[in-house]
């Protein structure tokens, strides 16, 4: 038969050691030593910017929507006067299309461009002015669109008419 001693006393304050240990380590004490002087970046004057798509969601969305052209708002108008199709490719139209701006956000922006100074504007609505900047932007979109997807209504049409043919008797 083995004995085993156990010594209370002894096994306590290993605990207690053991506990410290667990309370040092997973305490939310700052263990890092604090930045130096020289070490830190300042930070450049925080600038205030003006929004004007109020709703936060459709912001972000349009942000990271519009990030997606990798384009500079003055080209957009530009690349419309010349027709550059190179510059206005077929998913940059499907993205201007889901992002224009509804009523309200026209109006804000109308009203911000005849009054306001545009680089104060986030990125995302300089975008949407370079955009809205188009002379009838919407009709000239919605024309690309079927542009670009015309060859796939044709063949559609196509197929419909040649199942029409099969079935309709002579």
């Known amino acids: 038969m083995v004995s085993c001693k156990v010594d209370i006393k002894s096994d306590s304050s290993k605990i207690d050691e053991f506990t410290e240990g667990l309370e040092d380590l997973f305490s939310a004490k700052d263990t890092k030593a604090p930045k130096q002087d020289s070490e830190a970046k300042p930070k450049p004057p925080k600038t205030e910017g003006v929004v004007l798509i109020k709703d936060s969601r459709r912001a972000q969305n349009l942000t990271i929507a519009l990030s997606k052209l990798k384009i500079q708002p003055d080209e957009f108008k530009n690349a419309f006067e010349r027709a550059d199709l190179d510059l206005i490719t077929e998913a940059r139209v499907e993205i201007m299309t889901r992002c224009l701006p509804d009523a309200l956000e026209q109006a804000e922006l ?9 680089t104060k504007l986030r990125r995302m609505e300089q975008i ?15 024309t690309l669109t079927v542009y670009y997807n015309v060859g796939n209504l044709v063949h559609g049409c196509r197929n419909d008419v040649a199942v029409l043919v099969k079935v309709c008797p002579r």
């Not at 949407?128 to 919605?142: A, D, E, Q, S």
């Open 110 to 118: 109308d009203a911000f461009k005849a009054t306001g100074d545009l």
């Open 128 to 142: 949407l002015l370079g955009i809205m900047g188009v002379p009838r932007v919407r009709f000239k979109l919605t």
